[in-house]
């Protein structure tokens, strides 16, 4: 953990503003704009990049999957720039419960990834190096975002931790806790065998 420098109202104050900022339902509001329906009625039901490429269109997901990464990195960014790095790992964590929990969507949101390597790259940006790499190495050989996810989740901390980011350990513990819980019905699947492959419909 970060030496502790800010007052209770000032972590306060930048949890609700990141809050606010990681609940923006981008992937919503995208296929909207394109067009592209309900998303919340569109495969998985999912908001995130994943379940709009379930549309067939590649453009909605990958512009989803830029501006919730951007919502963790502007943050973070934010909240480092103009607080410190204490409260910037509170509002890393307040962003990725925005997406979440959006209270805009009655409080059912994504599952974070995104957003997820939006705060790791403003935290400590080799640890959002290392989490991308995994993501990508195993959804190519997988085929299934939600592994790669877990896999990327678990290797933050561990690399935060074997690397000397011991400031940021215990944020992306929780982080990778948070991905997990968000992901409990694809863990059932995945053991199950029935975890659907990257851009299939259903």
Same mark, same amino acid.
């Given at each position: 953990?970060?030496?502790?420098?800010?007052?209770?109202?000032?972590?306060?104050?930048?949890?609700?503003?990141?809050?606010?900022?990681?609940?923006?339902?981008?992937?919503?509001?995208?296929?909207?704009?394109?067009?592209?329906?309900?998303?919340?009625?569109? %495969? &998985?039901?999912?908001?995130?990049?994943?379940?709009? @490429?379930? +549309?067939?269109?590649?453009?909605? #997901? #990958?512009? +989803?999957?830029?501006?919730?990464?951007?919502?963790?990195?502007?943050?973070?960014?934010?909240?480092? !720039?103009?607080? %410190?790095?204490?409260?910037?790992?509170?509002? /890393?964590?307040?962003?990725?419960?925005?997406?979440?929990?959006?209270?805009?969507?009655?409080?059912? $949101?994504?599952? /974070?990834?995104?957003?997820?390597? %939006?705060?790791?790259? $403003?935290?400590?940006?080799?640890?959002? =190096?290392?989490?991308?790499?995994?993501?990508?190495? #195993?959804?190519?050989?997988?085929?299934?975002?939600?592994? !790669?996810? =877990?896999?990327? &989740?678990?290797?933050?901390?561990?690399? !935060?931790?074997?690397?000397?980011? /011991? *400031?940021?350990?215990? =944020? +992306?513990?929780? @982080?990778?806790?948070?991905?997990?819980?968000?992901?409990?019905?694809?863990? *059932?699947?995945?053991?199950?065998?029935?975890? &659907?492959?990257?851009?299939?419909?259903?």
């Amino acid at each position: 953990m970060p030496d502790i420098l800010n007052t209770v109202p000032t972590f306060g104050l930048w949890a609700i503003i990141a809050y606010l900022i990681g609940s923006i339902p981008s992937g919503v509001i995208i296929a909207r704009i394109m067009g592209l329906g309900d998303l919340r009625a569109i %495969g &998985s039901g999912n908001i995130g990049a994943t379940n709009v @490429l379930r +549309t067939g269109s590649k453009k909605a #997901a #990958a512009s +989803t999957l830029v501006l919730d990464a951007g919502k963790g990195l502007a943050a973070v960014l934010l909240a480092l !720039a103009l607080a %410190g790095p204490d409260v910037a790992q509170v509002a /890393g964590f307040a962003a990725m419960i925005g997406h979440c929990f959006p209270v805009w969507l009655r409080f059912r $949101g994504g599952k /974070g990834v995104a957003t997820f390597f %939006g705060v790791l790259f $403003g935290i400590a940006w080799p640890l959002g =190096l290392v989490a991308a790499v995994t993501w990508i190495v #195993a959804a190519a050989v997988f085929r299934m975002s939600s592994f !790669a996810a =877990l896999l990327a &989740s678990v290797a933050a901390p561990v690399f !935060a931790l074997v690397a000397g980011f /011991g *400031e940021v350990v215990v =944020l +992306t513990i929780c @982080l990778c806790l948070l991905i997990v819980v968000r992901h409990r019905a694809n863990i *059932e699947r995945l053991i199950a065998g029935t975890e &659907s492959k990257i851009g299939s419909k259903g």
